[in-house]
């Protein structure tokens, strides 16, 4: 059919890595072998190799080779990227990182707020002040009575996912917002996060990799880390830190 070309490399390396077997597929596009979505008219959920040609199969069609659908969440098997059958996206199940499509993912809120802030800051446009301000006031309706950030704003109330690196970089965002705007309610809720974290997720002992406890990658993929460290919410968690006490360095100016 000249459709697929199979490649398979060997690798070694100096390193504790050694050897490293690197296998793929070269399509050329043509009517006779055709691409398929395994999962026909759905993406969500995982085959593994043999309930993928048993599929096939049961429908008239013989495969001929198999990829993953770009990286995927190990929980639902939905791509993290764009999904393409029969010539049309087909759009993702849920909403990013998030809980569902149209939901309230908690991070993205925090990197709109503090973003908006940062881009007023840089070049003085009054629309951006606005999103922010518009953002903010959103995000603080959110924040938990212990001071704490769920990781979707919409996520069930009986479902504990928090996220915070959210708290942190809104944090950030809301001290940012409260020198260019004079408002005192940004500040207080600035230093009810921080206290927030503080208080009750923060790792003093050396048995974490970090100091910031209970951070969420994604609200469906476990995988990528629930409820643990993630390096960079140790950095906004110590701006924030610097920027309540003075001694913040601007690196985004």
């Not at 050897?19 to 793929?24: G, I, M």
Request: net charge negative; charged share 20%; glycine share 10%.
């Amino acid at each position: 059919m000249g459709a697929f070309t199979y490649f398979h490399n060997v690798q070694f390396n100096s390193d504790s890595v050694g050897k490293q077997n690197e296998y793929y597929v070269e399509y050329t596009p043509n009517e006779d072998a055709v691409p398929i979505v395994v999962n026909g008219a759905s993406i969500w959920g995982t085959r593994n190799i043999k309930q993928a040609e048993q599929y096939m199969q049961e429908n008239g069609l013989r495969p001929l080779a198999g990829i993953n659908a770009d990286y995927f969440s190990f929980k639902t098997g939905i791509p993290m990227g764009y999904t393409i059958a029969d010539g049309e996206i087909i759009s993702k199940e849920y909403g990013g990182q998030g809980y569902c499509l149209g939901s309230q993912w908690s991070r993205g809120q925090a990197w709109g707020l503090y973003g908006f802030t940062l881009a007023h800051l840089n070049d003085g446009n009054a629309e951006y002040l606005d999103a922010a301000e518009k953002i903010a006031a959103n995000f603080i309706r959110h924040i938990r009575p212990d001071g704490l950030t769920d990781c979707d704003f919409c996520q069930p109330k009986d479902e504990e996912r928090i996220d915070n690196i959210a708290g942190a970089v809104a944090a950030c965002g809301l001290l940012e917002l409260a020198k260019i705007t004079g408002k005192a309610e940004y500040r207080a809720a600035a230093v009810r996060l921080v206290d927030g974290l503080l208080e009750h997720c923060i790792d003093w002992t050396q048995n974490s990799c970090g100091l910031l406890t209970k951070c969420t990658a994604s609200y469906h993929d476990d995988g990528a880390g629930r409820h643990t460290n993630i390096t960079y919410g140790d950095y906004f968690l110590v701006e924030a830190l610097a920027k309540l006490t003075g001694s913040d360095p601007m690196l985004w100016r």
